[in-house]
């Protein structure tokens, strides 16, 4: 299948500082790549979906400016997570749906970036 | 709004014991997906169905989509401690919408 790979797969960071994690897919284009959140034992959040080239959509409740994204190439998005606070930690996963083989609507995850904020 | 109900929420079970459980919705989905994920690690997807009545095989886990493509079930026979996870369904509107995920099901198999 394909690989989509997330970086750092974890991060320590003082409160008011900001974090970047990166999500690029390795063998294949993606034009759209998704940011979810998750808690403990607890399904997938989505947070937003990235579009190459253009501004991601945000979903309700998800403070854009908090949370910034950018698709720059076809391979590779950021979520930049902005003046971080305690409550921002969670686990963060980026999935990615292939250009050419993603017909059917099947994503590919990141392996994850665990965000802990002192 | 299209939500998937999957159930049931938590299941513990002894190794070599079979389990189904279940994906519904009032919805339909063009494709719907069944993902496991392991703790500290990103989702792998298992299989993806998009014809109602449609059946696939993977090893040992059975997975079947509903006739009307609401609702989807997966059966693993002879559980093993490695299927311990949580088993996530997620159905698509089409090609390039957004997947709608369940809350997970979260199996314990026990040695």
Not at chain 1, 64 to 77: E, M, Q, R, V, W
């Amino acid at each position: 299948g394909a690989v989509v790979s997330q970086h750092p797969s974890w991060v320590i960071c003082k409160s008011g500082t900001s974090v970047k994690i990166e999500c690029r897919s390795l063998d294949f284009q993606a034009t759209t790549m998704f940011w979810y959140r998750q808690f403990p034992k607890q399904s997938l959040m989505l947070m937003a979906t990235s579009n190459e080239g253009s501004k991601a959509t945000y979903e309700q409740g998800v403070e854009k400016d908090k949370f910034l994204i950018n698709h720059a190439s076809l391979t590779l998005s950021t979520l930049t997570v902005t003046s971080a606070h305690p409550e921002d930690s969670s686990f963060y996963i980026c999935s990615a749906r292939d250009d050419l083989w993603g017909k059917t609507g099947e994503l590919f995850f990141g392996e994850g970036s665990r965000l802990t904020v002192l | 709004t299209q939500l998937l109900e999957q159930s049931p929420q938590f299941l513990s079970i002894q190794e070599g014991e079979n389990l189904t459980v279940y994906c519904n919705s009032s919805s339909v989905f063009s494709s719907l997906q069944w993902y496991r994920q392991e703790p500290g690690e990103g989702p792998v997807l298992l299989v993806t169905v998009v014809t109602g009545g449609e059946v696939k095989k993977l090893k040992r886990l059975t997975f079947q989509f509903g006739d009307a493509r609401k609702d989807s079930s997966l059966h693993i026979t002879a559980a093993q401690p490695g299927d311990t996870g949580l088993y996530l369904c997620a159905g698509g509107a089409g090609a390039n919408s957004k997947l709608t995920f369940g809350k997970g099901i979260t199996l314990s198999v026990r040695p």
